[in-house]
């Protein structure tokens, strides 16, 4: 009797397994993080940096386009060519006469720049506006004793507060006073403790911070 597994069986089991062990790894790391929470900085030492407005408000001109994202292209005296679009998973927007164009990684500025090249051979002296209308791509990962774990969008001006607040508050035996903010610094990522009920009692809102793309919050 022939007990090989077909190929696909067995890429399936490799993928299962793969997935399992990276979770078992990010655990694992996030686990020292905690024992080693005496030599990891308060998340105030962000503060300063944040009350200057340079680290965490993103204008709209420094906005990098995502998928999911939706963008109002319009063209001037053109209507039939004006289109609202969503930024797909590739990254690309489908437009009349232009077809697929790149949109994800360029800002709204870089795009309508763009956009005046391509649309040169169809209208004479084109006048074009890039409008971002609804921000999608933008997340920020919740882990551990949060009630609801996982992915989450992060919208203007969010605070750390506001996300345990989405994410439906912290779990039981949470513990409350040694959350982590890990966040990527200069390409180097970062590990900050949060005092959850510090902020909560109102005795020290400072670590209340806005929250950047990409942060992670561990709650132990």
Same mark, same amino acid.
């Given at each position: 009797?022939?007990?090989?597994?077909?190929?696909?069986?067995?890429?399936?089991?490799?993928?299962?397994? $793969?997935?399992?062990?990276?979770?078992?790894?990010?655990?694992?790391?996030?686990?020292?993080?905690?024992?080693?929470?005496?030599?990891?900085?308060?998340?105030?030492?962000?503060?300063?940096?944040?009350?200057?407005?340079?680290?965490?408000?993103?204008?709209? &001109?420094?906005?990098? @386009?995502?998928?999911?994202?939706?963008? +109002?292209?319009?063209?001037? *005296?053109?209507?039939?060519?004006?289109?609202?679009?969503?930024?797909?998973? %590739?990254?690309?927007?489908?437009?009349?006469?232009?077809?697929?164009?790149?949109?994800?990684?360029?800002?709204?500025?870089?795009?309508?720049? $763009?956009?005046?090249? =391509?649309?040169?051979?169809?209208?004479?002296?084109? &006048?074009?506006?890039?409008?971002?209308?609804?921000?999608?791509? =933008?997340?920020?990962?919740?882990?551990?004793?949060?009630? *609801?774990?996982?992915?989450?969008?992060?919208?203007?001006?969010?605070?750390?507060?506001?996300? @345990?607040? =989405? +994410?439906?508050?912290?779990?039981?035996?949470?513990?409350?006073?040694?959350?982590?903010?890990?966040?990527?610094?200069?390409?180097?990522?970062?590990?900050? =403790?949060?005092?959850?009920? +510090?902020?909560?009692?109102?005795? %020290?809102?400072?670590?209340?911070?806005?929250?950047?793309?990409? %942060?992670?919050?561990?709650?132990?």
């Amino acid at each position: 009797m022939n007990c090989r597994l077909k190929p696909q069986t067995a890429k399936r089991s490799w993928g299962d397994t $793969y997935t399992m062990l990276r979770k078992v790894i990010l655990f694992i790391g996030l686990a020292m993080l905690v024992a080693c929470g005496g030599n990891i900085p308060s998340v105030k030492t962000l503060t300063k940096d944040q009350k200057s407005n340079r680290s965490t408000v993103v204008t709209i &001109e420094a906005y990098v @386009i995502g998928p999911g994202d939706v963008l +109002a292209v319009d063209i001037w *005296k053109e209507p039939e060519l004006s289109k609202q679009v969503s930024v797909r998973l %590739d990254g690309n927007i489908s437009l009349p006469l232009v077809n697929d164009i790149r949109a994800a990684g360029l800002t709204p500025t870089e795009l309508r720049n $763009y956009l005046l090249i =391509r649309y040169k051979d169809y209208v004479e002296t084109p &006048e074009i506006s890039v409008t971002l209308l609804e921000s999608h791509s =933008r997340k920020i990962y919740l882990l551990g004793k949060v009630n *609801k774990s996982g992915e989450m969008e992060l919208q203007k001006n969010m605070t750390f507060l506001q996300a @345990i607040s =989405r +994410a439906g508050g912290l779990g039981q035996w949470a513990d409350s006073s040694n959350v982590r903010l890990i966040r990527k610094i200069d390409g180097v990522e970062r590990t900050f =403790r949060i005092d959850y009920e +510090a902020i909560i009692s109102g005795e %020290d809102l400072s670590q209340n911070i806005l929250l950047r793309p990409n %942060d992670m919050i561990f709650v132990p």
